[in-house]
């Protein structure tokens, strides 16, 4: 594959759009901090959440349906998918609204407006007195599960890719060309 492009082609403008899908462009050896550490950590945050999330819903599973203990326990599920949405949302929020501004259709679409409508429903449930129809330690998993997902995809990705820049790329492919003198040499590709 061969690109042309005359003096007066925007190179700055290309790369910076390439990049914001994703890819990176840049010579061989091109190193970078690894993106996915801010990822980790709203994973890590989102796990925790969920965690402790589940533990109070244990609770109600069981058989806790009255009580101060009770409404203590329907509220700190509330603050903990709060808390959630705050810190795991914007991932899929900001990645579904940079793709519907670009025209794609994205599976950070659909997650996102998952994770809007079981928190909104939830949330409608929980102040109308309606504990059967609230489920924040779902959401709080659902969103701890996305993230690890997205976590895990995204080290593979930048393991690729400096796998990809890290390469020599035509200055390791060696040929073998036969000298004036008939012998055989092994010679970097660039020379020939």
Not at 85 to 97: E, I, K, N, Q, T
Not at 138 to 145: E, K, R, S, Y
Request: hydrophobic content about 55%; glycine content about 12%.
């Amino acid at each position: 594959l061969a690109i042309e492009a005359g003096a007066g082609f925007p190179l700055a403008d290309f790369v910076a759009q390439v990049e914001r899908f994703g890819y990176r462009l840049g010579p061989p050896l091109k190193q970078g901090a690894p993106r996915s550490d801010g990822l980790l950590i709203r994973t890590v945050i989102a796990l925790a959440l969920a965690g402790n999330a589940m533990m109070f819903a244990i609770a109600i599973y069981l058989g806790l349906d009255g009580g101060p203990v009770y409404r203590l326990f329907r509220a700190l599920l509330l603050v903990l998918a709060t808390l959630s949405v705050a810190v795991g949302g914007p991932v899929f929020f900001r990645s579904a609204l940079a793709a519907a501004r670009a025209g794609i259709l994205h599976l950070d679409l659909p997650i996102s407006l998952g994770i809007l409508f079981a928190y909104g429903g939830s949330l409608w449930a929980q102040l109308a007195g309606r504990a059967d129809g609230s489920y924040f330690d779902t959401l709080t998993v659902f969103i701890a599960l996305m993230l690890l997902g997205r976590w895990l995809q995204q080290r593979v990705v930048e393991q690729n890719q400096d796998r990809l820049l890290a390469s020599e790329g035509a200055q390791g492919l060696l040929c073998r060309r036969i000298s004036t003198a008939g012998q055989v040499e092994v010679t970097p590709a660039p020379e020939i």
